[in-house]
């Protein structure tokens, strides 16, 4: 007999032992069939990084007693996407979720996320996808709070798909006082890091940098990510993956260019 649940992909950037995705995996598996296709170490910060230079590894992982397939893979967020696209899957899988992330992907951090990254390189190749963050960088942050939020919001996207060209950003607060409120739709933010550079020395007088900075946000909107966020609200941003600026393309093309 045919296999009539849904296929559904679940990677991330935080590594294949983080919390984040095992939450993730254990909230999906309620709803279909998973596969696990996820870095073998921490690749926060890569974007879209792909790998060109060097080799790819994939490593199955058996887990007991369990009807999940899992792969940690050598490569970055992206890579683990087309791998499991091209050389893992049978179909196209009805759903990829990416995360869930250890830190927020809201406003400007959404292009320098590895998480996100995964979740377009998904839509990309036509799967529907979500990128999950949530506030908190802790290793040991508090899930509990947000699984039903997640299932919900990746149950509507089974049931009605996504229009093309679009994936999910959701982001969810630290929860401090009670439950999150709720979900808003949001725009995102105009918001930015102001960026520093620690300089120090090694103990034989070469230089150094750690990147530092403050994050910034610019937008006083309440209709975006940022305002959702600090108000006890999880974000759901639709983001395109066409970056092109069309509303610009009539002011380029009244320049003297010929």
């Known amino acids: 007999m045919m296999d009539t649940k849904p296929l559904i992909l679940v990677t991330n950037d935080d590594g294949i032992t983080a919390p984040g995705i095992r939450t ?3 909230i999906m598996e309620t709803l279909g069939r998973v596969v696990v296709v ?3 170490s921490p690749q926060s910060g890569m974007g879209h990084a792909i790998t060109v230079n060097n080799t790819l590894y994939l490593n199955k992982i058996s887990k007991e007693n369990s009807t ?13 996407v087309k791998l499991a696209v091209n050389e893992i899957l049978k179909r196209k899988p009805d759903l990829c979720v990416s995360g869930i992330n250890h830190g927020s992907n809201s406003s400007i951090n959404v292009i320098y996320s590895g998480t996100m990254s995964a979740a377009v390189e998904a839509g990309i ?7 999950f963050s949530l506030s ?4 040991n942050a508090n899930f509990e709070p947000l699984k039903p939020f997640v299932k919900r919001i990746a149950e509507q996207v089974l049931k009605n798909g996504l229009p093309e060209g679009i994936v999910l950003n959701v982001n969810f607060p630290k929860p401090k006082f009670g439950d999150i409120k709720g979900v808003k739709i949001c725009r995102q933010a105009n918001a930015l890091w102001v960026e520093k550079f620690d300089k120090r020395q090694t ?5 150094y940098y750690w990147l530092t900075g403050e994050f910034v946000n610019k937008d006083k909107g309440e209709d975006t990510d940022e305002w959702a966020l600090s108000n006890g609200y999880a974000s759901i941003v639709p983001v395109q993956f066409d970056m092109t600026a069309h509303h610009a393309i009539q002011t380029l093309n009244s320049w003297e260019l010929s």
């Open 125 to 131: 190749e036509g799967i529907p996808a979500i990128g």
């Open 24 to 26: 993730l995996i254990s």
């Open 136 to 139: 908190d960088f802790s290793w």
């Open 68 to 80: 999940t397939e899992e792969y940690s893979c050598s490569g970055t967020p992206a890579d683990c």
């Open 38 to 40: 996820a870095p073998d």
């Open 203 to 207: 103990p034989f007088g070469k230089d």
